[in-house]
């Protein structure tokens, strides 16, 4: 039942959201959900370019802003991302995407589902790339490639782990 409830509350939620009658950035921030936000912040921020040497966090494609928490039942929760890649034609955008779901599917301890967005706006091929980023099977097929799978583990893997 309280399953049902917490689905047909984040539905009334988002048609809110929709139709403009309440501001997203407004529904549903308790401090519970901040501490979340903050738990997963501080998991992707230490992600590395995978160009660069520097963090996700020190480039500013992921800042405390870009992560949302919604509950969705006891100790479950909706996790949405959006990040900005660097520049609006960022070849690796598909690629920082895959850091960002293993790293969290790696690292939270909590249960959750996760949505992973390209800020809109911030690239060219926002919504392909946004389509396959979210696809349970495609990211277990890159994760499958080894070539991908090293990249991946380069950028997720802590400087002392």
């Given at each position: 039942m309280a399953l049902v409830f917490s689905f047909v509350s984040l539905t009334v939620t988002k048609v809110?959201?929709?139709?403009?009658?309440?501001?997203?950035?407004?529904?549903?921030?308790?401090?519970?959900?901040?501490?979340?936000?903050?738990e997963v912040y501080d998991v992707i921020r230490s992600i590395r370019?995978?160009?660069?040497?520097?963090?996700?966090?020190?480039?500013?494609?992921?800042?405390?802003k870009c992560v949302e928490v919604l509950e969705l039942g006891e100790d479950e929760y909706l996790?949405?991302?959006?990040?900005?890649?660097?520049?609006p034609h960022c070849s690796l955008a598909t690629l920082?995407?895959?850091?960002?779901?293993v790293k969290l599917q790696r690292c939270l301890p909590f249960k959750h589902k996760l949505e992973?967005?390209?800020?809109?706006?911030?690239?060219?091929?926002?919504?392909?790339?946004?389509k396959q980023i979210n696809d349970k099977e495609r990211v277990?097929?890159?994760?499958?490639?080894?070539?991908?799978?090293e990249?991946?583990?380069?950028?997720?893997?802590?400087?002392?782990?």
């Open positions: 809110l959201q929709l139709s403009g009658l309440v501001d997203k950035r407004n529904v549903l921030k308790t401090p519970k959900m901040e501490e979340k936000a903050l370019d995978p160009e660069k040497p520097n963090t996700l966090e020190e480039l500013e494609v992921v800042t405390e996790i949405i991302i959006k990040f900005s890649p660097t520049v920082i995407g895959l850091c960002l779901q992973i967005y390209i800020s809109e706006g911030t690239h060219s091929t926002e919504e392909d790339i946004n277990a097929a890159a994760m499958e490639n080894p070539n991908l799978r990249i991946v583990e380069q950028c997720v893997t802590e400087p002392d782990d």
